[in-house]
């Protein structure tokens, strides 16, 4: 009851704090942000932006992409980092929503997990942004918070989702991922968190210990 009722607080203290509108990621349909995420793996999201602008003029379609030349691909995102096993993946990706679900991206952990290179962090991507479902986002900014708040001691990804996904009701779970992440991005940095502006460092495990 004590960690419910923690991150309840932390999460209106987070909610209060951020804009109702995050976005990391620029797109303009379900299958351009499935693309963008698979590009965003160890790769800034300022530099996934610049990439995706080129590649969706010339390939605006999973039918367009499925259909599309790799070393075309691979010239377009070159600049993100292991572009050559992305642009295999966002070209089977592809075909693989053309032939099996009619060009659309699903909706179910299960059917994203089976698209290439689509890992449990975009497939909560895509089911809390434009689906609307309960998801919880680990990437490495959401992961150090809540191990510095306390709301976790795990690095594993799926550990930390299912800790929070215990502790959060559902409702609440992707808008916690999303102010968590961002918090993470603006304040608590992975070097030295700026813990003398952070509305959270009351209820801060790593602040009680290093003060």
Known sequence: MEYRETINEIFEILDAEYEKEIVFLEYNSPFELL???????????????????QLFAQFPTP????NSNYDEVCNIIRS???FKVKARNIIDLSKMLVS?????????MEDLLRLPGCGRKSANVILGTCY??????????????????????????KKVEFEI???????????????????????????K????????AG???????EN
């Open 80 to 82: 993100v980092g292991f």
């Open 100 to 108: 099996e679900f009619g060009s659309t991206v699903p909706d179910t």
């Open 132 to 157: 609307g479902k309960p998801a919880i986002i680990v990437d490495t900014h959401f992961g150090r918070v809540c191990r510095r708040l306390g709301l976790t001691d795990s690095d594993d990804p």
């Open 63 to 66: 039918d367009d992409l499925a």
């Open 165 to 191: 996904k215990e502790l959060l009701d559902k409702p609440k779970q992707y808008r916690f991922s999303m102010v968590g992440n961002l918090h993470g991005r603006v304040v608590c940095y992975p070097r």
């Open 203 to 209: 209820l801060c495990r790593f602040f009680a210990e």
């Open 193 to 200: 968190p700026d813990c003398q502006r952070c509305k959270l």
């Open 35 to 53: 693309i963008g995420v698979v590009l965003s793996a160890r790769t800034t999201d300022r530099q996934v932006n610049i990439v995706i602008k």
